[in-house]
């Protein structure tokens, strides 16, 4: 990694994580509006599975000293794409990003060598004011491949839970119950596997990652069409510093898609987060899904916010 005169890199400790949060903090803030993590978010990050801090990450001080920069490498399951990012303080260290791209991109490779991959597919998120570093991405080897939209609605003055459609009834997920859990994961997997880079996880790889998913079990739900499972909503912690509840994932099995079991479920779930005095709720939809399931979201109030482009790439494995 080649930067500038006076500044250094070095990997990152659990010593660094209020340094580490204030560089992702300055980030966020010209990214999308508002800081978007927290002190635990990082301690996870850099204590994640498959995540080596003294191998994965970097850290970059300026010539004052100040830490203004951060590399990560996310794939918390250890199969499949990786997921990059590298945050920067916009205002003082905007020209090193390029240089700390390139190195994340040289660990990949390693990464996939270790792994016995020829290649590694990797992905990158920039957002709408992001325009250098979206440019960055391209000159990288990166391609868009799709957008994701964020919608939301507020909660204040929410009408009441709608009749539910004939036959279908929505009750909370069962968190103690294997058997639950596993009905669950079924719907889920089955529902996403007509979406086009959909990546599997069988039960046991799905349940020890969930951890990192945030697990408010009372805002997980499963609905059912005449006592059969039909469809399962999952709520994710990743909006509370927002006051907000956040749907991370909708599956409604394709036979009984189009009948008002995603409603039904999405109603629950805004009137359990209304109920413990969230002020919104909010999801992220690809716009490449095939389901089209913005339609589903606008008719229960959700109204598009912000969209965020995923770029990707293939990464050779080191020595290929």
Not at 3 to 12: F, I, M, N, S, Y
Not at 39 to 68: K, M, Y
Not at 217 to 234: H, M, T
Not at 236 to 254: F, I
Request: proline letters at 8%; charged letters at 25%.
């Amino acid at each position: 990694m080649t930067l500038p005169a006076g500044w250094t890199a070095r990997r990152p400790t659990l010593d660094d994580v209020s340094a580490i949060l204030a560089v992702v903090h300055a980030a966020d803030t010209f990214a999308i509006g508002y800081p978007d993590f927290d002190a635990e978010d990082v301690r996870s990050f850099l204590t994640a599975p498959f995540f080596d801090p003294a191998h994965d990450s970097w850290l970059v001080s300026d010539p004052d000293g100040r830490i203004v920069g951060w590399t990560l490498i996310d794939n918390p399951t250890g199969v499949g794409r990786e997921f990059l990012d590298v945050y920067v303080d916009p205002e003082r260290a905007a020209p090193v990003r390029a240089a700390l791209l390139a190195r994340v991109l040289d660990r990949v490779a390693e990464r996939a060598a270790e792994r016995g991959l020829p290649a590694l597919t990797v992905r990158a998120a920039a957002f709408a004011p992001e325009a250098r570093w979206a440019e960055e991405l391209v000159e990288s080897g990166f391609t868009r491949v799709k957008r994701y939209v964020r919608m939301a609605r507020p909660l204040a003055d929410l009408p009441a839970e709608p009749p539910l459609p004939p036959g279908v009834t929505v009750r909370t997920l069962r968190a103690d119950d294997e058997a639950d859990l596993r009905e669950f994961h079924r719907i889920y997997d089955t529902a996403f596997r007509d979406t086009p880079d959909y990546e599997p996880l069988d039960f046991d790889r799905w349940r020890e990652a969930l951890p990192s998913y945030g697990k408010v079990w009372d805002e997980w739900f499963l609905a059912e069409v005449d006592g059969v499972p039909a469809g399962a909503l999952q709520s994710s912690d990743q909006d509370l510093g927002q006051d907000a509840g956040w749907v991370r994932t909708l599956s409604v099995l394709p036979a009984y898609r189009r009948r008002g079991v995603g409603a039904a479920l999405l109603w629950r779930a805004f009137t359990v987060y209304a109920a413990k005095g969230r002020t919104s709720a909010g999801l992220g939809v690809d716009l490449t899904n095939p389901t089209s399931p913005a339609t589903l979201y606008r008719s229960v109030g959700l109204q598009e916010q912000r969209w965020t482009d995923m770029y990707e790439r293939s990464v050779p494995a080191a020595g290929v």
